[in-house]
């Protein structure tokens, strides 16, 4: 990944934005170029749209010309990203390919698509991880050209690395699981170039245990899920202050329920006592009377006998 992709990324951003407050894209007169009938009288439209000047854009740098695999790619991360700013539009399988296919210049756009059919399908949370590591090597590419910011250089680089480490540990599994490793492998590779000429930035370093995404993919790596999720969370999850929780030791948890067994019953008595005597005693008087009738009415039966 040259200066010039990063470049083009950032400047498709410009020419289209999305307003929190009118819920509605606002998208540059350029744009309309690739408008079906120069008209992008919807989000989906205007979306195409800027897939198609982003993919023309990148086709055009001359110091980089990457594999139309990967430029597609790049620019369906890309996508995904301007995509989850409008909550209006549900990320689900085929919304990235029924965007793209609302547009008239689909059909010549097919050798960035046809082969990445299954990317389009992730879920809107891997799109988001490893769009985060594609700028972040943006980022980096940035603060490197700049020998002065040699220090935020390198910052930004460790950055690049935990993104890394979060796509590797929260690799899907199935059917997207080796295009998802593609990606993954194509972001990798364009940072260790960037390596190449700054010796000085850091690797991007695999999580303990793990070989390759793609031997996740494979089954050769079997992973204790418990483990898994407690790193992706410790690494994904910004710091939070909390209050400080007391310890508790199993003696006193044990103690604790058994001082519960005793006092459960010990408050249950007086209840049972007084629902008794409030409801069951009336009842028991008026069994009572009824047997002390019998033995009147019993009693005055004999003597007229």
């Not at 790619?73 to 029924?98: F, H, P, V």
């Not at 370093?205 to 790193?231: D, H, I, M």
């Amino acid at each position: 990944m040259s200066k010039g992709v990063c470049e083009q990324i950032d400047q498709i951003e410009k020419y289209i934005t999305f307003d929190s407050g009118s819920q509605n894209y606002k998208f540059n007169d350029i744009l309309k170029a690739y408008c079906p009938n120069k008209n992008c009288d919807t989000d989906e439209k205007i979306l195409g749209s800027a897939f198609t000047a982003l993919v023309e854009n990148l086709k055009s740098i001359d110091d980089e010309k990457p594999e139309d695999i990967k430029l597609g790619q790049y620019a369906i991360l890309w996508l995904s990203y301007k995509i989850r700013e409008n909550t209006n539009i549900k990320l689900i399988r085929n919304t990235i390919y029924d965007i793209l296919t609302q547009n008239e210049w689909f059909s010549e756009y097919r050798q960035y698509t046809d082969k990445n059919e299954d990317i389009m399908g992730f879920h809107f949370l891997y799109f988001k991880r490893l769009y985060d590591l594609l700028k972040g090597i943006c980022e980096t590419i940035n603060k490197c050209s700049n020998s002065s910011n040699n220090e935020e250089c390198i910052n930004s680089a460790k950055k690049c690395d935990e993104f890394y480490r979060i796509c590797i540990l929260s690799a899907p599994w199935k059917e997207i699981c080796n295009p998802y490793c593609s990606v993954l492998s194509n972001l990798k590779n364009d940072y260790d170039k960037l390596r190449k000429n700054n010796d000085q930035l850091p690797e991007l370093t695999l999580p303990k245990g793990v070989e390759s995404c793609e031997n996740l993919c494979n089954g050769k790596q079997k992973w204790e899920f418990a483990k898994l999720k407690f790193e992706v969370s410790k690494i994904d999850t910004p710091t939070k202050v909390s209050l400080p929780v007391p310890s508790v030791t199993p003696t006193s948890v044990n103690n604790a329920n058994k001082l519960s067994y005793i006092a459960v019953p010990l408050i249950l008595i007086p209840i049972i006592l007084g629902f008794s005597y409030k409801y069951l005693t009336p009842v028991w008087r008026k069994k009572a009377k009824r047997k002390a009738m019998k033995k009147i009415i019993n009693l005055s039966d004999q003597k007229k006998a």
